[in-house]
């Protein structure tokens, strides 16, 4: 996901269904516009949000994701999205 504001209400919608079939999700913000507030929300709990400045400091935050992702049972699927600006 980029950071245009046309994209959050998509992104919400689609959240949204997901949480209601109990689905975890995490938010990882890279960059100065994916520490939106409105972004966060998309997290199944405030824990789940991320957020680092830049793609160096990816590392950072992997410990914490870990701590959160490794006790969680079901299948985990990953979706990257990189906007270069």
């Known amino acids: 996901m980029d950071q245009t504001e046309n994209n959050i209400p998509l992104l919400h919608e689609a959240s949204e269904a997901l949480k209601a ?3 975890a999700l995490f938010v990882l913000g890279v960059g ?3 520490d ?3 972004i966060k929300k998309v997290a199944s709990k405030n824990d789940y949000a991320f957020h680092v400045t830049s793609f160096s400091e990816l590392m950072s935050v992997a410990p ?3 701590d959160q992702i490794c006790p969680l049972k079901g299948i985990i699927i990953i979706i990257i999205s990189s906007f270069i600006y």
């Open 64 to 66: 914490l994701l870990s």
């Open 21 to 23: 079939r109990d689905a």
């Open 36 to 38: 939106d507030p409105s």
């Open 32 to 34: 100065s516009g994916m």
